[in-house]
């Protein structure tokens, strides 16, 4: 807590008056993430509410990519949370994830079957949850740990690359 006062320029017994122990200021730090994760005016969240999926592949890629850019210090946590509290904090965000993208992509996803335009052994939920955390991690990888070009190809390579396997599959049709 010393430390902390220290690097903030004011008294410990003002760091004591906010916050009793260093897990308060931990357990405030992850709820500014998650407030920022939750706000429905953030490109990304915009781009979920109008489930374009998968049309707007690049848009979510682009988007993701900002908020890793902007929160890396906050997600840096999450190694902190898995580390010490062996992920307490962001099972929250896990454990209702296949919900919450079942919630706002439902009706894009009847309509896409309904449009014929998926094929029948294909899970678009699935398709959509991958896509997203694909491009989390990729991203994550390149900026909070500095690794650029991991894939041995520029953004704009990988996101293409990327979308074109969720779009079209690697294998021909008819081939094992």
Same mark, same amino acid.
């Given at each position: ?5 220290? %690097? ?34 953030? %490109? ?76 029948? %052994? ?55």
């Amino acid at each position: 807590m010393k430390d902390i006062a220290q %690097e903030a320029s004011v008294s410990i017994g003002r760091v004591y008056h906010h916050f009793q122990a260093k897990i308060d200021i931990f357990t405030a730090l992850l709820e500014q993430y998650w407030s920022f994760l939750g706000d429905p005016n953030t %490109e990304l969240n915009q781009l979920i509410q109008r489930a374009q999926f998968p049309d707007d592949i690049a848009a979510l890629a682009r988007a993701i990519r900002q908020v890793v850019e902007e929160n890396r210090d906050h997600i840096m946590l999450i190694y902190v949370d898995v580390i010490e509290f062996h992920g307490e904090h962001i099972n929250r965000i896990y454990r209702n994830m296949a919900e919450n993208f079942r919630n706002a992509y439902a009706n894009r996803i009847e309509e896409l079957e309904q449009q014929k335009r998926l094929r029948p %052994e294909a899970d678009p939920l699935f398709a959509v949850m991958f896509t997203y955390r694909f491009f989390f991690h990729y991203f994550l990888v390149e900026t909070s740990f500095g690794v650029q070009d991991h894939f041995g190809f520029g953004t704009d390579q990988v996101i293409e690359k990327a979308e074109d396997l969720i779009l079209h599959g690697l294998l021909n049709r008819g081939t094992k």
